[in-house]
Every structure is written in C-alpha cells, then in structure tokens.
C-alpha cells in the first residue's frame, strides 16, 4: 500500500510536536542499520526503510500513534534501546516509534525493593540510582545499556547475576500496555486500582500470553511502564573504579571474595553446581570460555596473541582450565561474608576442584565485569564478529551434553585458519538463572570481513537448530524467534498455532510489526520444512547447506545503503 508520506508526518506530528516526526532519509536510514548485539552476521541493512519515526513522550501519544497506524492501514514498531540484533523490520510503510524521551525512573521504591521505569531507562542507569539505597537490578548479557523494561517485556532477559537477580521474565510486576489496537491496558494489581507490585492480580494477568519465554518483540502492541523487581545490594552505593580505559576495575570491598575454582571434569563442575546454588551463597556464578576471559583481560587482540605466546596470561585464561566459575560473594556482614567464603571452599575441595589465583588487577577488571555485565565489546572482538547459539533453559544434569555439542558444533572451523576464533574449544557462557536452571549461550566467534567466515557464523547456527530440534538433552531453544518460532515451534507442544491465535484475535490486521514474532498467516515454508530439514543436515545434503551460507555470505559482503522506495 502506497501511503502519502506528506500526510503521515503531518498526522504523526499533530501528535507529538513538529521536532519529534519526521521522515528526512538522512535520518528514517539509520533505523534500518543493524549494529545491535546478539545479531548473526548478515547484511547491516534492510532493504525496508521506515516511513517516518516518531518519538511519543507520553502512553497517551504512543495510543494516539498506533490509532493513527491503524486508521491508515501502517505497520508500527517500538524501539527502546536498540541494543540487540532484533529491532528491525523486514516490512514496508513502518512507522518505528522510538521511545528515547520515555527514559523516566518514575519511582524508586527502596522499601518494597522496586522500580517504576520507562523503555529508555538504561540497566546502567537503573543500577546506580538501586545502589544507592542498597539495592540491585538484574542485567542481560547485553550489557549496562540495554532496557530492563524492554528485556522484561519483549525478549528474553537472562543476564549473569542469576544467582542474586532473577531472571527479567519474572522480575516484572504491574504492566501498562498500549495494545496493537490503540487502547491502554494496566495488568497487574494496576489493573485493580491498587498499585504496580503484582503481574498477575488483583486484575487481569496475562503476562504469559504476552510474553511468554522469549517475548514478541514488539509483535503484540507496545509497553510504556512497567512495576520491576530490585533485589538488595550489600556493596557500596557506588562502584570504586580503578585501572584506565579500556581495563577498568572495581576495587574489591572488604565483604566481597571472587573465587576462581575449577575442576578436572565437566561432571565435578556440574555436581559442585547443584551445591552451590542450594547454598545461595554467590552473588553472580559465572562460566566462560577460557579464551574469552584472555579477551576480556587484555586491551587489545595484539596483546592478546602476544601475552599467551609468551605463557603470561593467568591460568584461569588456558584452555586445560576450561570447567571452571567464576564465583562473586557479598556479605551483608563480617559473619555472612566469613560463612561465604567457608561455603564456597568447602564445596570446591569436596567435588575435587581447586582454586585458581588470579592477579590483583585482573581481579578488579573481572569483578567490574560481572557486576555490570559489560562484556559485549570483548566477546565480539576475538575474531570481529560472532553470534549466539543454544540458550539452554533446563536442569544442570544437561551441561555435560551441551558442552559436546558445542565442541562438535565448532570443531572443523576452530583451528588456525579456519573461521572461528582457533584458540577456543567451544564458546559455552554459563550461569545459573533464578540460582536453579542452566543457562548457556555458544558465541560463535567467526571471522569478520569474509565470505567465509559469515558463512561459517550462518552454518553453525543453522546446525545447532538441528541438533537441538533432535536432541532433548540439549534443551530448550530458547533464541527461537520470527519465522524460527515457525519451523521449530511444534516441538514445543505446537506453540506456534497458539500464539497464531493471540496475535489474530489481539491484532487482527497484523499492523504491530511481526518481523521477530509470529505472523497472522503461515509462513509456505513450513509445509516443505520437514522434508527440507532432513535433506539440509544429512551427509548427502551438506554440500547444499554449505552453498546456501556462502550466499548468505555473499549477500552480507554486497552490502550497500539501499535504495529507498
């Protein structure tokens, strides 16, 4: 449908002011850049350019523009932060509401350890107004800047202090919500004129029908405030940084202790696991692989390659001390933080693990990172690029299995000259969620720059869908979005035909944006999608899997700013 670009902005306009609508392409472009993290590689641009951006600084201005969407037949999408690999639309005539004004801390409630926030809070922000007062907010691997309500809301969010913070699907308490039609709706006790501390009621509770695991990504109207759960914070009220930029640290405080204990086995790592997080003693409990602690100690990859040649990198970065946590405590007291410690030694020595030592200043850069979770411009820099795979939401029983699996995902691309990072046997982020579940991500950090390597990155995501469609002992999918909720989703008690319905009947037009959701019609591939699964990842079929990532690889090198419409 052709739109007249002229009316819409004068209409979107009318709404919000003359300085916050406009459709310049010098400006709609950069919306349809994808610079976000969690993204596999591709092409940076869409072909679809936005029809306008607007930028509502009130619930009543973002219902007034969906009301207008609706009323011209437009497709809208919100956007918070921007900071992931899911914010684009794959549509034509968006419009894309840029929440940047909403960025409120509405309230702090130290008392009832809660927070009224906005979509463009930052988690950084959030974190250093709760520390404060002695509390803490849950951060996703995204980082410091990513959007705590967005995360809640609209994706997954799993960050690395499990342990202490919950998980973001279930930090959320009261919720309003502009639904696709234009009406705002307040779930929770909100929605019982009482007050933001409960998702589910008094009132209406439809968080799982909203949400679900992994969110809609903006495929089920827009989130302007939600209630959101702190959790008490026993450190300073504000972090005592040390070192220069890049290798920050923060001084560790007298009632605080990182631990670095590893073990021989996978199976000793798992069993001290279920020990430690029936203790609920660690403040974060955090796996990574060898190499990407070497990537987060050093400046720069140069020094990198130069400190591990030379055998000066700390032990906890090679590779034979890959079953290995990172384990953070914080006492409230001298008596809490004495039985931590006690705890926590013990538990290692009983499951043959031992402790790992670990210089001053290196300690201070890791402890900054696992209280911020800002890793991302580490991870991502071993090899230039890189994407996620697994998301495994399960019991720790299956950690042995998925570490094999990612071994046997990366291991023809992981030596030197390959496309993955060469000094890594597998790319296994792990941490508790809720102190309970298994959580892992594989980075798979592949070659930037070449047909090759974004191939390898496309292939390795592709057959670790396979194998964990196949595979129970692998999990839950949790990355399974847009059209992946399409052709792996009826594993999973058929949840696409269910969620099929909640978009109709919400959104019968389809107009809140489905890119990484579900769409109001089947995709025709997923007729084909058995057949087509079982030709791709036999022996027979490889060679078509590996031609079809070299085109993606070629598409992703030809990018160019497109044409706009």
């Known amino acids: ?31 349809a850049w994808n610079a976000g993290v969690g993204s596999m590689p591709g092409p940076k641009f869409l072909k679809n350019w936005p029809i306008a951006v607007v930028m509502p600084d009130t619930t009543e201005q973002v219902a007034a523009i969906i009301k207008c969407c609706v009323a011209r037949n437009l497709r809208f999408r919100p956007l918070s932060s921007g900071n992931g690999g899911t914010y684009l639309s794959a549509a034509e005539d968006v419009v894309v509401l840029d929440l940047c004004r909403m960025n409120r801390l509405v309230r702090l409630d130290a008392a009832n350890q809660m927070a009224v926030i906005e979509p463009y809070l930052t988690a950084g922000r959030l974190q250093a107004e709760a520390m404060k007062v002695g509390l803490n907010c849950h951060i996703v691997g ?38 696709p039609t234009g009406d705002i709706v307040r ?46 914070w026993a450190g300073a009220p504000s972090l005592t940084l040390t070192g220069t930029s890049p290798m920050r640290g923060m001084a560790l405080e007298p009632n605080m202790r990182l631990f670095l204990p590893v073990w ?34 050093t400046a720069s990859n140069g020094e990198y390659a130069s400190r591990r040649e030379a055998g000066d990198l700390p032990e906890c970065t090679r590779a034979e001390n890959r079953f290995a946590w990172q384990i953070l405590t914080i006492g409230h007291s001298a008596g809490e933080t004495a039985y931590q410690e006690k705890t926590v030694r013990h538990i290692v020595a009983d499951t043959g693990g031992r ?15 696992l209280v911020t979770s800002l890793y991302v411009s580490r991870v991502f820099r071993g090899a230039g690029s890189g994407g996620t795979s697994f998301g495994v939401m399960d019991t720790f029983n299956l950690l042995p299995d998925v570490i094999r699996a990612s071994e046997s995902l990366m291991e023809k691309e992981r030596v030197p000259g390959r ?7 597998e790319g296994c982020w792990v941490w508790p969620t809720e102190s309970r579940q298994l959580w892992t991500e594989n980075i798979l950090a592949s070659r930037a720059g070449t047909v090759a390597g974004v191939a390898a990155g496309w292939k390795g995501f592709l057959r670790h869908l396979n194998l964990v469609d196949h595979n129970p002992r692998l999990g839950f999918m949790a990355f399974m979005a847009g059209p992946l909720i399409e052709l792996f989703g009826p594993r999973y008690s058929n949840v696409p035909t269910w969620m099929r319905r909640i978009k109709r009947r ?55 700013l497109p044409q706009r419409k």
Not at 356 to 369: C, F, H, K, T, Y
Request: charged share 15%.
């Open 1 to 31: 449908m052709t739109q007249d670009r002229k009316e819409v902005l004068f209409a979107l306009q009318a709404i919000v002011g003359e300085a916050h609508a406009t459709n310049d392409p010098s400006i709609v472009c950069s919306y």
């Open 142 to 179: 995204a980082g410091p800047s990513h959007s705590p309500l967005a995360s809640a809301t609209s994706f997954l969010g799993i960050g690395i202090t499990g342990a202490s913070t919950g998980a973001n699907f279930r930090n959320i308490l009261g919720v309003e919500w502009v639904t």
């Open 187 to 232: 779930l929770g006790a909100l929605g019982g004129e009482e007050d933001w501390f409960s998702e589910e009621g008094p009132g209406p509770g439809l968080r799982g029908m909203l949400r679900g695991v992994i969110g809609a990504n903006g495929g089920l109207g827009v989130f302007t405030r939600i209630g959101y759960k702190l959790y008490p």
């Open 264 to 297: 021989d086995t996978v199976e000793q790592m798992r069993d001290a696991t279920f020990r430690l997080n029936r203790a609920g003693v660690a403040y974060a409990l955090l796996r990574m692989p060898p190499n990407h602690i070497g990537w987060t100690l």
């Open 355 to 369: 402790m790992m030592a670990l210089p001053q200043g290196d300690g201070e850069v890791l402890l900054r990172s």
């Open 419 to 425: 496309n993955f990072a060469a000094d890594g046997i």
């Open 506 to 560: 919400l959104d019968p037009p389809g107009l809140a944006d489905s890119t990484v959701h579900i769409g109001i019609k089947e995709m025709p591939l997923v007729k084909w999608w058995p057949t087509l699964q079982k030709i791709a990842f036999s022996r027979a079929g490889a060679p078509a899997l590996h031609l079809v990532c070299l085109l993606l690889g070629v598409a992703s090198r030809k990018e160019k």
